[in-house]
């Protein structure tokens, strides 16, 4: 997994402290320099970005709109400017930013020191009180897990 993702969701969680949750993802994506659309998109579209601007479709649950805003602000973050196609390196480079932008946002909206308040709790508890698709709670405990936080629960 990046390093460079983790990173990144410490260093903006560090940069908005007091936080309470679940996250004000989109406050935050304001704060970074992010405008978000509302758009009626067609399916199977849900979120594109485009320079600063975040387009999401709407009527989206709420904890799907979250994770797409974290996931869009990641690139925003992680990729400023890495919009261009080389050929046979394409799908590569695609997939490796959208592996890092998922584990961003999943760091960014379900950060290490407040996970490890709740402790051994399930998937859905976890989805619950952050406020995001358990999908995304069950990715973040087990692929996006820290080497730190795997080593702490083995010891557990």
Not at 33 to 60: D, H, M, N, Q, S
Not at 64 to 87: K, S
Request: charged share 30%; with cysteine.
């Amino acid at each position: 997994m990046s390093n460079k993702a983790i990173q990144k969701a410490r260093e903006v969680s560090q940069k908005y402290p007091g936080k309470n949750f679940p996250l004000d993802i989109e406050k935050i994506a304001i704060e970074e320099g992010c405008e978000i659309v509302t758009w009626a998109f067609l399916y199977p579209v849900k979120e594109v970005k485009r320079g600063p601007f975040i387009g999401i479709a709407a009527g989206l649950d709420p904890r799907e709109r979250r994770y797409l805003v974290a996931h869009a602000l990641a690139h925003h973050l992680l990729h400023c400017g890495n919009q261009l196609a080389f050929y046979g390196l394409q799908e590569v480079l695609r997939y490796r930013q959208e592996r890092e932008a998922d584990q961003c946002a999943a760091h960014l909206l379900i950060p290490e020191e407040e996970l490890a308040k709740l402790g051994f709790a399930p998937f859905w508890e976890i989805a619950e009180h952050f406020g995001v698709p358990e999908e995304i709670a069950t990715k973040r405990i087990t692929e996006f897990a820290t080497e730190e936080e795997k080593t702490g629960w083995d010891q557990s």
